[in-house]
């Protein structure tokens, strides 16, 4: 292999892995804190800063146009120009060539329009935000504070709802529909956005960064919801569609109910899916509560998919239910022709739709006008009811965060120091070689990084240990490289044939130590769990990265030194001359 087609694979790697390592850099480096609590706090948290910001913006410009109608647009609202431009070109009007604040507001229909704009504009830079967050090297609990807690399904309690015991496919769909519950549940109740993993043996883990109040995890692990159909009252609904356009803000938890809605009846509201993925309530329907004749519990319901429409294509979600719940729907639907029947879940309706026709086989199809997400949405949902599984607190633990701040400035002096000592030690001993050595370190931490970057794994105590411990067997592979070409250089072969002869040599000393290293990693990071295999898992990247920068890249820098600046000496070490 040629010198240019190994420079060109080194720099390859050099340039994939920059790229891998950006976003850390970025989120670490130039993402202020603030930005970086509010991307962590979950959509709801977006939504409230998004919106409150949008607020403050058409406020603060408002009273720019009434004060000096002719002031230029402020910096921090030069984003809106564009999307005025636009507005502007639209209607065939003209494009001013220097942006008043009066210009901008006028270029928008209303208010409205320029709060949307607005509040995009800040949604749009934390998703970015926290998409970046996705592909960088996350700090673990034992770093940043946080709660730990490991929960383990309970597959009676499937079997009870199920009325037979589950199959190992139904339970494993089970525990993964249980933890998207989980996801949703604590971003309702604002909470960081948590790490929700899989573990051997169907346990879960979840951790939740930066959060120390065991009350309010248990609070979002309590309950499992409810889902069930309910026949609506469609003649008080039209009513009340009409009371809360004509009565803005109305809830019917706080205000009193009209008096058109009919005892046994409860109104719910109908909520869709945002641009921040939160439910966004779009109005009130009544529904009959008496579900023994105006509706059927979810827990019938044994399977729900996404299909599509054979005629139009477009998304619709087919349901199956038992035997039982076949019946009940059948009598449903055909004692309801013509009415609509909702979909309630945990008090919210999620999809409603009029009734045609009567289903007597427990097959049914809802069709919605649904797009693909929200038809899968709404299968996940259905799906949820079909297989509830109880979830048991196995152990719970509590992390403050000074706690991780010290182990963070303990973990950066280990390898600072531990580097530190390693790079003065082979630049002291081996000489010029040594500097080669000091800069295959850099790059094999470069690698290492980036690699734990492009995978998003979480960086932790103990993966500092695997950092610290690959950086002794990555020198540990160049005393060995250098040692053996010591000794020919010393039998009075040229710089040439003995670097050639020394990596030759090592070869298989090399492999064989970094080789039975990374089996042993590999089997931790396999039967491991939590820190032992975080530990394992950067072991073996380590590993990986230090044989690469040690016998290729390092082997390149040597040819470069006696083949292109023509080196005819080595200096490698004080004894050889």
Do not use: C
């Not at 240019?4 to 202020?32: D, E, M, S």
């Not at 590993?543 to 023509?566: E, N, P, Q, W, Y």
């Amino acid at each position: 292999m040629s010198k240019r087609f190994r420079f060109f694979i080194v720099l390859v790697f050099v340039v994939i892995a920059g790229i891998f390592l950006t976003p850390t850099i970025r989120w670490y480096a130039f993402v202020p804190d603030e930005d970086k609590e509010l991307a962590a706090s979950g959509r709801s948290g977006i939504q409230r800063y998004a919106r409150q910001q949008a607020t403050e913006a058409i406020e603060e410009l408002t009273e720019l146009v009434e004060e000096s109608p002719d002031a230029p647009v402020p910096e921090q609202y030069g984003f809106m120009i564009p999307a005025a431009e636009a507005n502007r070109d639209a209607v065939d009007e003209p494009v001013p060539s220097t942006w008043t604040v009066r210009d901008l507001l006028l270029s928008f229909p209303d208010e409205q329009a320029a709060f949307e704009v607005v509040e995009g504009h800040h949604r749009n830079r934390l998703q970015s935000i926290r998409d970046m967050r996705s592909r960088i090297v996350e700090l673990g609990l034992d770093l940043s504070g946080g709660v730990i807690v490991t929960l383990s399904p309970d597959r009676a309690s499937l079997a009870e709802r199920l009325g037979r015991e589950p199959t190992d496919e139904e339970f494993d769909e089970s525990i993964e529909l249980a933890m998207e519950i989980l996801r949703n549940r604590i971003d309702q109740f604002g909470v960081t956005e948590p790490q929700i993993r899989r573990l051997e043996g169907g346990l879960i883990s979840l951790e939740v960064p930066g959060d120390d109040d065991r009350d309010q995890v248990d609070a979002f692990l309590q309950g499992r919801g409810s889902l069930n159909f309910h026949i609506v009252n469609d003649e008080a609904t039209e009513q009340l569609i009409d009371y809360q356009r004509r009565n803005p803000g109305w809830h019917p938890d706080e205000d009193e109910l009209p008096d058109f809605i009919p005892a046994g009846t409860k109104v719910r509201p109908y909520v869709q899916r945002d641009e921040y993925g939160l439910d966004e309530l779009v109005q009130y329907i009544a529904v009959y509560e008496d579900l023994e004749e105006y509706g059927l519990e979810g827990s019938h319901i044994t399977e729900a998919r996404v299909g599509r429409d054979q005629l139009t294509n477009q998304p619709v979600v087919n349901f199956m239910l038992d035997g039982e719940g076949g019946d009940l729907f059948a009598r449903l639907t055909r004692d309801n022709i013509g009415n609509s029947m909702a979909i309630v879940m945990d008090r919210n309706v999620r999809a409603y739709a009029g009734i045609r026709e009567e289903i007597p086989t427990g097959q049914v199809r809802i069709d919605g006008g649904f797009t693909f997400q929200e038809a899968n949405d709404l299968a996940t949902v259905l799906r949820t009811a079909a297989l509830p599984v109880d979830l048991v607190v196995e152990s719970q633990q509590v992390i403050g965060a000074a706690l991780g701040e010290d182990a963070i400035q303990a973990g950066i002096m280990a390898i600072s120091v531990g580097f530190a000592l390693v790079v003065i030690f082979m630049a002291l001993f081996y000489k010029g070689t040594g500097l080669v050595a000091d800069l295959i370190l850099i790059l094999n931490l470069f690698f290492i990084v980036a690699i734990l970057s492009v995978f998003n794994l979480t960086l932790t105590l103990t993966s500092i240990a695997g950092i610290v411990l690959t950086v002794g067997m990555a020198v540990d592979a160049n005393v060995i490289v250098y040692e053996r070409i010591k000794e020919e250089y010393r039998l009075g072969k040229s710089a040439k044939a003995s670097i050639a002869a020394g990596f030759q040599k090592a070869m298989s000393s090399v492999l064989d130590a970094n080789v039975t290293t990374f089996i042993a990693a590999i089997f931790l990071s396999q039967l491991g769990t939590g820190p032992i295999q975080g530990f394992a898992v950067t072991l073996a990247v380590g590993i990986v990265s230090s044989m690469f920068t040690a016998l290729f890249v390092s082997r390149l820098l040597f040819d470069f030194g006696t083949d292109v600046l023509k080196r005819q000496k080595l200096s490698i070490g004080w004894s050889v001359r």
